[in-house]
């Protein structure tokens, strides 16, 4: 089952969207991906930091499902 939201972004806040399969989303929450993704410098948020999230949720070893993830920089 998939799920349509509609936001508002806030340009002096919002500075990526995050779009992934429920995979990644049933190990991390929203935020601790948002967090994930502040880890990183500004221009690897453009370049790495999809595979990040997917490289961390891998890693975590809790997943059985398929992982895709597109982060999109604003």
């Known amino acids: 089952m998939f799920s349509i939201l509609q936001v508002t972004l806030d340009n002096d806040l919002d500075k990526f969207v995050i779009l992934a399969s429920d995979g990644l989303w049933d190990i991390y929450s929203g935020q601790q991906c948002v967090d ?3 880890e990183l410098d500004e221009e690897s948020i453009a370049v790495r930091s999809a595979e990040y999230l997917l490289k961390k ?3 975590a ?3 059985y499902d398929n992982i895709a993830v597109i ?3 604003l």
């Open 61 to 63: 070893e809790k997943c």
């Open 57 to 59: 949720a891998v890693q």
């Open 71 to 73: 982060v999109i920089k």
């Open 36 to 38: 994930m993704v502040k």
